[in-house]
């Protein structure tokens, strides 16, 4: 894959990331380097503290490694004022402490062997007790010489800062209008396990050292970076065997941890360190599954843990934002809200494997937004996604908006042009990037400008360079019917298996959330993948409809509620039914399709048995799963084992609506089209002009206007440079977009349902799930964590970790198990 411009060497791989986190945000911590390379503070939605995972230059972090594997960040070179050095080659692990989200990182080298274990602070109650981040730095066989060095770049790397360094240089402090921040160290002896408060020692040429034989130190370098505002600090501490020290990095802006500014003791760290892994042990022990996969299992589950912000119960869909879909590509969005499509498979994952309290806790979550329908609190209607504490991404562009004046040097360099675009206008996120397509200007001000959901960082270089970096996320305001669907699942699922449903809840839902079904299940929508360009009678949208009407009518029927069940909401289940099986199959491709009269496949067809729509062995089910298991060059969603979320096939329609979008043609030929077809066009627009008045001499004059306009065609698709406004789809820019790992489990679930009664290729499906299973688990990272999606080389792509993967992943071996022992 090509990356966008020559500095993707600056990034590690996406999949190369460990988390940690206290259920109120989360830190990415490369297993390269033991660097943190991204860190939002206090919250999963606040502003970044550190992000060179998005911006290689000036998007700040903290960084623990072994000296003499030490290659400097070109950056940190003109900071610190050295020259890029290079030693032995170190081996690196990574790994979590068993059943915790406690993270090692080791390195291992000739002279050495060293580890740093990072974590967030938990108490075992659940709460989080403290907002810090813990690394222990250990020397497990040495002496090992370690470099540290911290650079934050506060609010979104907008903001700068002044370090201050403290008489005793236990700590140090970085200053911003933002925050305050302060990285303090407690040294351990083998002979004082109490600790001791590291001094400092300068030797010559201003770099300081830190030995057990001499007074220990922490150096600092001083150094301005080009613009003055984000001074770094540096450090090399040298330890011998057993020997370790704890490093701690907080905020001392409020009154509260400004009051515990004194450096806390090594046996204190030492007692939280062991009260977070206690909490987790204790976490995940209540976990009920006994399957043949455990250990990945109990990964996601304390992955989905990890992703609950602990004050409201919502989980969110990543932690992350703006790593991108396609490597130089344009869709980079947020993901750090909760979505409601993903309540039912929420509340699923956690009752299967025992977390009821987990499950009931999102649950509240939700029907608090419910009850706020229609008040001076919330919407007119169900949202398709909230914020962690229930309200709308505007809150998050009004608070970025309101600090922007702080920073008048911050200027948008690609769209500070808001005069109104060409038809055809040119977005380029860097100079040397292939990745320019041409926008219309419908599509320009779908994906490339701000609203109030939704503003792009234009100062923030993107990962490899993709670009633009967006924060919120505009899906807010897109027509989803199907959120109703996975709603009503989850009510039904926690009413049956974790709490029975209130009455007053019932009559919300009978007032409010059935109605609007009612009211919407016949409209287009945006569907599932949240497509922009425009709404369409989508496949899933309609199965989700029919299961949000299902669902009230079975828990009418089982509690006894007053419901208008037989006079409105089953004849309308029913209806829905049949257009369903009517509109959404297609005679020729024989499967079910993306939307009412496509011939293109959708992985999200694969839910219909996992909702009980259809039965998994019903004929046209099996059709649109052989279909389905076909290998993309035959028409199918499948590739290496891993399912693609979508595929097209060639229109008959000349524009080819709405199939594909493909980047500009980059070589010299593909440009010489583009540009003799241009004179041909601008020469077709005065003759449609002067037409205009004469009314009865139009048709002889397009009459002979038509050639021209067919010969342009096979030009326009034989170099596809242009892209017509309003009959592209703008979400096909993606040319090399992943296998979608979500829909790879609905996959190898629903074989798995169809179980042993059906088969492909004289092979049971049950057979072929675990087959399928056992591949698509190998894409994990080294963690058994998963990204949104696989790239076609295998790496990771998209918002890291993905929590929705991890709930299918727990759903399809729950079900693969089931269907093995039912089989024995």
């Known amino acids: 894959m090509s990356p966008p411009s020559g500095n993707n060497h600056h990034y590690k791989p996406i999949e190369n990331y460990g988390v940690i986190g206290n259920m109120h945000t989360v830190a990415l911590v490369s297993r390269h380097g033991a660097s943190i390379d ?3 503070y206090p919250d999963f939605d606040s502003p970044t503290v550190f992000a060179r995972l998005l911006d ?8 623990i490694l072994p000296s003499d594997c030490a290659v400097f960040h070109p950056r940190l070179q003109s900071i610190y004022g050295c020259t890029p050095r290079t030693g032995q080659k170190i081996r690196t692990k990574q790994l979590y402490l068993p059943s915790s989200n406690i993270l090692v990182t080791r390195f291992s080298g000739k002279e ?19 907002p810090w981040i813990i690394r222990k730095l250990e020397c497990i066989r040495g002496p090992v010489s370690i470099d540290v060095r911290i650079c934050p770049a506060f609010d979104y790397a907008r903001s700068g800062h002044t370090l201050y360094r403290c008489d005793l240089h236990n700590r140090i402090l970085f200053e911003s ?5 302060e990285l303090c160290w407690v040294l351990q002896r083998p002979s004082d396990h109490e600790g001791s408060i590291c001094r400092s020692h300068i030797q010559h040429g201003g770099r300081l050292d830190c030995s057990c034989s001499s007074p220990t130190a922490f150096s600092i370098w001083k150094v301005e970076d080009k613009d003055k505002r984000r001074p770094g600090s540096m450090a090399t501490f040298t330890l011998v065997e057993g020997q370790s020290m704890l490093f701690v990095l907080r905020d001392i802006s409020n009154p509260t941890e400004r009051a515990k500014v004194d450096s806390p003791s090594y046996t204190y760290l030492l007692d939280l360190i062991g009260g977070t892994l206690s909490f987790w042990h204790s976490w995940i022990a209540g976990c009920t599954y006994k399957g043949r996969w455990r250990e990945i299992v109990h990964r996601s589950a304390l992955l989905l843990k990890l992703l609950t912000y602990a004050p409201t119960g919502a989980i969110i869909a990543a932690p992350t934002f703006g790593l991108p879909e396609e490597i130089g590509g344009l869709l980079n969005w947020d993901y ?4 409601i499509r993903d309540a039912a498979f929420t509340v699923y994952a956690f009752l299967r494997i025992g977390f009821k309290e987990e499950a009931v806790q999102f649950m509240e979550f939700i029907a608090r937004r419910c009850m706020e329908i229609g008040t001076s609190e919330g919407s007119s209607s169900l949202q398709v996604l909230y914020d962690i504490r229930g309200k709308s991404p505007s809150a998050m562009i009004c608070s970025y908006r309101a600090r922007s004046h702080w920073y008048p040097e911050q200027v948008n360099p690609d769209l500070e042009n808001k005069t109104p675009p060409p038809l055809m206008r040119s977005y380029s996120p860097k100079e040397n990037s292939p990745s320019s397509v041409e926008f219309s200007a419908t599509l320009r001000a779908l994906y490339l400008e701000d609203n109030e959901c939704e503003i792009i960082l234009p100062h923030l270089d993107g990962y490899c360079g993709s670009k633009p970096i967006r924060i919120g996320n505009a899906a807010y305001n897109q027509t989803q019917t199907d959120v109703y669907g996975e709603l009503m699942d989850a009510i039904y699922l926690v009413d049956k298996w974790a709490r029975p449903l209130s009455y007053d809840y019932w009559n919300v839902i009978r007032r409010t959330l059935i109605p609007q079904v009612l009211a919407t299940w016949h409209l287009p929508d945006h569907g599932i993948w949240e497509l922009r360009h425009g709404q369409r009678h989508y496949t899933y949208s309609k199965v989700m409809s029919w299961v949000a009407l299902d669902r009230a009518i079975r828990l009418a029927a089982k509690r006894s509620f007053p419901s208008e069940a037989e006079s409105l909401w089953r004849p309308a289940r029913d209806a829905l039914f049949e257009e369903v099986m009517e509109r959404s199959w297609s ?4 499967a079910f399709v993306q939307y009412y009269g496509s011939n293109d496949l959708d992985a999200s067809s694969l839910v219909m048995p996992l909702v009980f729509f259809l039965s998994p062995l019903d004929p046209k089910f099996l059709s649109t799963l052989r279909e389905t298991l076909k290998p993309t060059r035959m028409g199918g969603l499948t590739a290496n084992n891993l399912c693609f979320r979508w595929s097209f096939l060639e229109s008959s329609s000349p524009v080819r609506l709405p199939q594909t979008l493909v980047p500009l043609a980059s070589d010299d030929n593909a440009a010489a089209n583009v540009d003799s077809i241009v004179p041909v066009v601008d020469s077709i627009v005065p003759v449609v002009d002067s037409i205009v008045p004469v009314v009865d001499s139009i048709v002889p004059v397009v009459d002979s206007i038509v050639p021209v306009v067919d010969s342009i065609v096979p030009v326009v698709d034989s170099t596809a440079p242009v892209l017509l406004e309003n009959t592209i789809d703008a979400a096909m820019i993606l040319k090399n977009e992943g296998t979608f790992n979500l829909c790879s489990f609905w996959l190898v679930e629903a074989m798995a349902r169809a179980g042993s009664k059906a088969m492909l290729n004289d092979k049971h499906f049950l ?10 688990i190998g894409y994990a990272n080294h963690l058994g964590l998963f990204s949104e999606e696989i790239s076609p080389s295998g790496e990771a792509l998209g918002n890291f ?19 093995l022992d039912e089989q024995h």
């Open 38 to 40: 991204f860190f939002c």
């Open 56 to 63: 290689h230059a000036k998007g700040g972090f903290f960084e």
């Open 112 to 130: 050495g062997i060293s580890q740093v274990t990072d974590l967030m602070p938990v108490k075992e109650s659940g709460a989080a007790s403290h």
């Open 177 to 181: 209008r933002f925050m305050t921040m």
């Open 336 to 339: 750090r809200f909760t979505w």
């Open 587 to 590: 005679k020729e491709r024989q």
């Open 767 to 776: 057979d072929l799930a675990v087959l399928k299973f056992e591949d698509i």
């Open 801 to 819: 970790p993905q929590a929705f993967t991890h709930l299918a992943l727990i759903s399809a071996a729950f079900n693969i198990d089931r269907n």
